[in-house]
């Protein structure tokens, strides 16, 4: 990083700077914290909304006076974006970001592959969208200013963690002195350099990959469309990768491959960026003026904890996981990684699911990470091959992919998808009669309702029952049901597809059955819905005696898992 | 245009195979190494015409 860290500056944000505010713990208080969250970044700050989403109180420390500088993450998946829609601040991104639905790649200057990501009307959201993610902290953090439940400790470095069986216990390092902060749970989002990890003496175990990039943003106006540009093999670096994204502000992120022997120092000269930006700039086209805002180096690793629970320390984020850049998966996955951990604690922390659900964070999202690993691990190899071998078969199928779809389809970056949590011991048994619709596991995909607007704007802030049906009507018992099934006191969500019969807050209409098809629904049929939006189990004829196990199974009841 | 007959998954298995065999004989050899793969892949053709429609493309992508 070059840039400096400590005092951000930036052509177009202004960072903020927070002042350390002295917590009662330095005057000799003690409080034992529901949940102390290490790392005011996108990830840690998404969790601490997602707590107090679910009721509980949470204290966010970071070391930090400011946000993250640099744009770092700056692609934001659909799945994300409808997950970020329940903590209320997708439309915030939407109105501030970039949407895109398409990308080119070029060889030797030729096109030889289109990009095209699936998007409908049935989604309220575009496949991907740029953002920088000083704008993503700002919003997160601005949003969680206004929530009682956060309170945000910034100047304040963890220095030390003791696990114990009912608390953990921080070593906190301020301005004004150090103290001991106690916390039922700590959630550890403190980044690739995770001040939590190295005190508990965990490491991350997996590969690194060739390829070294520079990470260069710039100030430049242009009205090329938003999408994502790959270049192998260009006359702006030859012999070697460019990608090129747009974001908000008239800010272009350049990342271009290193040649191995390229010494690191020199390359992150700021002359030596300037050289080799010019190059690429005059490769684009572009002609309007421009200036260097931030940069940095970037080097793929698949990179993983082998267990994302270490008692009552739960890992999320950079903090358990590094993923390679190509595909957009490193902050996707975080989020996903913090909603998936927020309603667990906070059903353990209410007393309404023992601490055995929370087992099931790691095998879920480490999961994911896995399934990542071997994506990621794939798109790595072909923007940066590792060897000769990799070198030619890559090149050639650049060069077959224009007449040949076999070859397009390996230059396809494979970007970012949710995971299904396939197995999980919270999900019951898949309904074999089913032949649409998401799968046990799968998040539950948008759908439009018309002037309804969209299916997953409704959720529940617990489990949401979806329950179709003809007339609009839905069994007596499992109004019932829905009552018993709670998280954090809220009662599941009863959601009615209906075909016809009355619109009204619970009932959304299908009028020409596209919701009734896409779930592979007929009359009677039910999905049950986790507060993360996946699905957990799915009927198509609902019982009652099975939504109910269904329930206790999904929140690791012991009676029966 | 080649119908796809290996399942993605399989295609992309052999990739990974191909790279790293390549690797394994070395820039030296790779032209013989690669000609004997064709000679074997012909073989397995189920027709003359793919093996004459798959040198042409591979000619064609050299331009």
């Not at chain 1, 951000?8 to 529901?34: A, I, K, M, N, Q």
């Not at chain 1, 421009?290 to 080097?299: C, G, M, Q, R």
């Not at chain 1, 850049?325 to 998936?340: E, K, P, T, Y």
């Not at chain 1, 009359?523 to 198509?540: E, K, N, Q």
Request: proline residues 5%.
């Amino acid at each position: 990083m070059t840039r400096p860290a400590a005092n951000p500056r930036s052509l177009y944000f202004d960072y903020p700077c927070f002042d350390f505010v002295r917590p009662p713990e330095l005057d000799g208080e003690v409080v034992t914290h529901e949940v102390v969250v290490v790392g005011a970044g996108p990830v840690g700050v998404t969790a601490a909304l997602e707590l107090a989403r679910h009721g509980v109180r949470v204290v966010v420390l970071d070391d930090k006076a400011s946000f993250n500088d640099g744009s770092r993450a700056i692609c934001i998946a659909r799945h994300s974006l409808e997950g970020l829609q329940q903590l209320d601040v997708a439309e915030r991104f939407m109105a501030a970001g970039l949407p895109w639905t398409h990308g080119t790649s070029y060889f030797r200057g030729q096109p030889v592959f289109r990009l095209e990501m699936p998007h409908s009307v049935e989604q309220r959201f575009p496949p991907m969208l740029n953002l920088q993610q000083q704008f993503i902290e700002q919003f997160l953090i601005e949003r969680a200013q206004r929530e009682a439940l956060i309170e945000f400790r910034w100047q304040s470095r963890v220095e030390g963690v003791t696990p114990g069986a009912q608390q953990v216990t921080l070593d906190v390092a301020t301005p004004e002195g150090a103290y001991h902060l106690k916390a039922a749970y700590v959630l550890a989002a403190d980044g690739a350099r995770s001040a939590v990890r190295q005190a508990l003496g965990l490491k991350l175990h997996g590969a690194a990959h060739e390829g070294r990039y520079v990470i260069v943003d710039v100030k430049m106006a242009s009205d090329h469309p938003t999408e994502r540009r790959a270049f192998f093999d260009c006359a702006g670096n030859p012999g070697a990768t460019v990608l090129v994204h747009r974001q908000p502000q008239d800010i272009w992120r350049i990342d271009y491959q290193l040649d191995e022997h390229d010494d690191e120092s020199e390359a992150l000269a700021e002359g030596t960026i300037h050289s080799k930006v010019a190059a690429i700039i005059a490769m684009l086209g572009e002609t309007a003026p421009w200036e260097l805002e931030w940069w940095s180096i970037y080097k793929a690793y698949t990179l993983c904890l082998d267990d994302y629970r270490h008692g009552r320390v739960l890992f999320c984020g950079d903090a358990a996981h590094l993923v390679p850049i190509f595909g957009v998966r490193g902050l996707n996955s975080g989020f996903a990684d913090a909603l998936n951990i927020g309603w667990k604690l906070a059903c353990v922390l209410r007393g309404e699911a023992s601490d055995a659900l929370l087992d099931s964070y790691s095998p879920e999202r480490r999961g994911a990470t896995l399934d990542i690993f071997a994506q990621a691990s794939k798109s790595t190899r072909f923007m940066s091959p590792p060897t000769r071998g990799y070198r030619l078969l890559r090149d050639a199928a650049l060069a077959l992919s224009p007449a040949h779809e076999f070859a397009r389809r390996l230059l396809d970056p494979r970007q970012s998808q949710p995971y299904t949590y396939a197995g999980s011991a919270l999900s019951c048994d898949d309904d074999p009669s089913f032949t649409a619709g998401p799968v046990v596991g799968a998040p539950l995909p948008d759908g439009h309702c018309g002037e309804q607007g969209y299916l997953l704007e409704h959720l529940g802030r617990g489990f949401t029952v979806l329950y179709f049906s003809a007339d609009g009507r839905a069994p007596e018992a499992l109004h019932a049901a829905c009552a018993a099934m709670t998280v954090a006191d809220v009662p599941a969500r009863l959601l009615v597809i209906a075909m016809r019969g009355a619109m009204d807050a619970q009932t959304l209409r299908d009028v020409d059955g596209h919701l009734f098809a896409a779930h592979g629904a007929v009359d009677g049929s039910c999905y049950l819905v986790r507060p993360d939006r996946h699905v957990c189990a799915r009927w198509r004829q609902w019982r009652a005696d099975a939504l109910s196990h269904a329930y206790v199974r999904a929140m690791a009841r012991a009676e029966d898992v | 245009m080649f119908e796809q007959r290996l399942p993605a998954a399989d295609f992309e298995l052999a990739y990974e195979r191909l790279a790293a065999a390549l690797d394994s004989v070395g820039p030296g050899r790779e032209s013989e190494f690669l000609a004997r793969l064709a000679l074997l892949l012909m073989q397995a053709a189920p027709e003359i015409s793919a093996v004459l429609a798959a040198i042409d493309a591979a000619e064609a992508a050299l331009d």
